[in-house]
C-alpha cells in the first residue's frame, strides 16, 4: 500500500493508543479463536483499517494493549521484544494479564504514550471520517479529553452542548442535563494530564474517570464528526452485513487503494465450479469445493466448504458455522 498525503493542516499527533484488549463478547464465537480488532473485513484484519485511518492523519507511533489471545498480534506484525511494525510505523504492545478496561489501560500504557495529548481509538471500529476537526478542537483548548462525536446512531448517551463545544454528561451519570445527546465513535484524544487521576494497576473505564473530572471543573470537548462512515461490527449478524455493504460500495475508505478489498486471498482453492455473490470473502488457504453456491458468507483462513454446499449468510469459522441471531 502506497501512503497517501498527510493530513497536515490537521496539526500533529503522534501517538495513538489502540485499544486491543477487549474480549469481543458479542461477537462470539469468532473471537473464541482471537481477539476482535484481528477479525477479517474482506480479509484486511479490523484493526488495520484503524491504523491506516490514523497514519493518514499524522500518526507514527502506536501503542496497542493486549489480553485476549496476545500472540495473535504477533502472526499479523512480527512481534519482537513487545513491539511490531506496521507500514513503516513502530507498534508497541502492553500486555494485560488482568484486564483493566479503558482508563487502566491507558494508564498502563502511560511511559509508551508519552507527554504529549494522543489518540485513543478503538481498535474494533470500522470507519473513516476526517480526523482534523478532531484534533483541531483539541489543540489549544485546555480539554483533558476531546471525543469523536455522530449525531445519528442507535447509543446516543453523550451530551454536548455545541455552543460551549463542551460535553456535559456521559451515559446520564451527571443527570439533569437538557443538551442533545450523540454518539461516541470510539475516537478521542486525551492529554497526558490524565494519568495523574488513574491508579496504578486501577482496573476502570475511562468514562467514570472524565465524569469525576468533569464534576471537578476539568473541560472534556467534543466535536460532531458525521461526514464519512462509521460501523458497529457488534454481532455476527452486523459483521456480515458490513460485507454486504462493501460488496455493493467497495470505495467507502478514503485512506485505502481503491482496490483494497480482498474477496479471495492468496492461496485460497476456489473450484471453477463454485458460485460466490454478495458480500462474500475467501480467507487464505480455504478450499471451496465443486458446485458449492455462498451467498453473503464468509470463510475464515483454513476453512472448507464441501462440494455441491449452499450457504446463505453464515461466517465459517474456527470449523465452525456461525450464523446470525435474529
Avoid at 507514527?60 to 502472526?75: C, D, I, L, M, W
Avoid at 454528561?169 to 451527571?174: S, Y
Amino acid at each position: 500500500m502506497s501512503d497517501k498525503p498527510v493530513d497536515h493542516a490537521a496539526g500533529s499527533i503522534s501517538t495513538a493508543f489502540v485499544l486491543g484488549a477487549g474480549l469481543g463478547t458479542r461477537l462470539r464465537p469468532l473471537t473464541d479463536s482471537r481477539p476482535k480488532p484481528l477479525v477479517p473485513v474482506f480479509n484486511k484484519p479490523l484493526i488495520t483499517f484503524a491504523f491506516d485511518h490514523l497514519i493518514e492523519a499524522g500518526v507514527q507511533k502506536f501503542v496497542v494493549n493486549t489480553h485476549h489471545r496476545p500472540e495473535a498480534y504477533g502472526s499479523l506484525l512480527g512481534t519482537s521484544q513487545g513491539r511490531g511494525d506496521y507500514r513503516g510505523r513502530e507498534v508497541f504492545f502492553r500486555h494485560e494479564p488482568v484486564l483493566l478496561e479503558t482508563g487502566g489501560g491507558i494508564k498502563n500504557a502511560a511511559d509508551l504514550l508519552g507527554d504529549e495529548p494522543f489518540l485513543v481509538y478503538n481498535g474494533d471500529v470500522l470507519a473513516d471520517f476526517p480526523l482534523g476537526p478532531l484534533i483541531r478542537a483539541h489543540s489549544g483548548s485546555g480539554n483533558i479529553a476531546t471525543l469523536a462525536l455522530r449525531s445519528s446512531g442507535a447509543e446516543r448517551r453523550i451530551q454536548f452542548d455545541a455552543d460551549s463545544g463542551l460535553v456535559t454528561d456521559m451515559r446520564g451519570l451527571i443527570g439533569g442535563r437538557p443538551e442533545p445527546a450523540f454518539l461516541f465513535t470510539g475516537v478521542s484524544i486525551i492529554s497526558p494530564e490524565i494519568h495523574r487521576h488513574i491508579g496504578d494497576g486501577q482496573i476502570i473505564s475511562i468514562i467514570p474517570v472524565l465524569i469525576d473530572l468533569m464534576r471537578r471543573g476539568a473541560r472534556v470537548g467534543g466535536v460532531v464528526v458525521d461526514e464519512g462512515v462509521w460501523f458497529d461490527i457488534g454481532n455476527i449478524g452486523a459483521y456480515l452485513e458490513v460485507h454486504q455493504i462493501l460488496a455493493e460500495d467497495p470505495h467507502r475508505f478514503s485512506y485505502l487503494p481503491e482496490d483494497w478489498r480482498q474477496v479471495v486471498a492468496p492461496g485460497a482453492v476456489l473450484d471453477p465450479s463454485a458460485t460466490l455473490t454478495g458480500g462474500t470473502a475467501v480467507g487464505e488457504g480455504a478450499r471451496v469445493g465443486k458446485g458449492a453456491i455462498l451467498e453473503d458468507v464468509v470463510v475464515w483462513p483454513g476453512e472448507i466448504v464441501e462440494p455441491s454446499t449452499r450457504l446463505c449468510r453464515v461466517v465459517l469459522a474456527a470449523g465452525r458455522m456461525c450464523e446470525s441471531v435474529g
